[in-house]
């Protein structure tokens, strides 16, 4: 530990499981003061119990705006600024082409893609001059998976959200990146792959496609984010940072 983010501000939405939670305990382990999300009250409670230290839960749901004023509603209160912010609550759902339903359409775009606009978008006002950006997109931003066009054509959004808002924060300094997982050993992964036995299949024959042969550690990603947030990324602007033991690079 070397509280590299001592007196830092972060956010982590969808901070109580997987990605989210390995790096809002990387973060707090650094000396932030770490605010997360995630619809689930319990979840919420149980993460904050968990990591201890400087963390607050705020529940609600990105997918709605009054929810997410009620985020930096919670952190005004008690901070003039933020350091960070980790755009990371999102999911999906299986539905090949042909059976897409418009809820299927509306339920994972509203997350993944209106969620981190304007959990980026409200976040201004507090957003430090200087601060970092960080959004989860996924390997298949660039790449196609059966069944799985809606999700991988938001993830496709959000990293272009990164190539534009640059553009747009330039005047403050903040710079925005992508953090794109590859196949990551989660609790959102095993409800994907349906869980149990089920999922460990599936995840093993993913591994063998990987050249790193093996899945990938929720805090793996997360160190690679909070490279991202820290100083020593200070030129790094507008990437997408894949973090996937080469899936995307083959
Ligand atoms: N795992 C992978 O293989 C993988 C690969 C590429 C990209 N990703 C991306 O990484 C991110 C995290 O995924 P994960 O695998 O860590 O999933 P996870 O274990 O299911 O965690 C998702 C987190 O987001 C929260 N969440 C979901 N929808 C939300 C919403 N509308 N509002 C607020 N919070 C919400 C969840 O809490 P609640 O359910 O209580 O809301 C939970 O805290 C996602 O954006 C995902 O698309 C994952």
């Given amino acids: 530990m070397t509280n590299k983010f001592d007196n830092k501000v972060v956010v982590v939405t969808g901070g109580t499981s997987g990605i989210g939670l390995a790096t809002t305990k990387a973060f707090a382990a650094e000396g932030a003061s770490v605010f997360i999300t995630g619809r689930r009250q319990e979840a919420l409670d149980a993460a904050v119990k968990q990591i201890g230290g400087r963390v607050t839960g705020v529940r609600g749901d990105m997918s709605r705006l009054a929810d997410i004023d009620r985020l930096y509603d919670a952190i005004q209160q008690k901070h003039s600024q933020i350091d960070v912010v ?69 993830k496709a959004a959000v990293r272009n959200f990164a190539r534009n808002w640059i553009l747009d924060l330039k005047d403050r300094r903040i710079r925005v990146n992508a953090i794109s997982p590859g196949v990551t050993d989660t609790a959102g992964l095993d409800e994907l792959f349906g869980g149990g036995e089920q999922a460990q299949g599936t995840k093993d024959y993913l591994a063998s496609l990987i050249p790193a042969g093996r899945v990938g550690q929720p805090e ?15 030129f790094v602007n507008g990437v997408e940072l894949f973090v996937d033991g080469g899936q995307a690079q083959i």
């Avoid at 793996?220 to 200070?234: G, I, R």
């Fill in 86 to 154: 980790f755009a990371n609550a999102g999911g999906g759902e299986m539905a090949p082409l042909g059976t897409i339903t418009e809820e299927h359409y509306q339920s994972i775009f509203d997350t993944n893609v209106k969620g981190v606009l304007f959990t980026v978008q409200k976040a201004l006002p507090l957003l430090k001059d200087g601060a970092s950006v960080i959004l989860t997109g996924s390997t298949t931003s660039i790449s196609g998976t059966p069944a799985f066009s809606v999700y991988s054509a938001t």
């Fill in 220 to 234: 793996e990603t997360a160190k690679a984010v909070l490279f991202l947030a820290s100083d020593e990324a200070s």
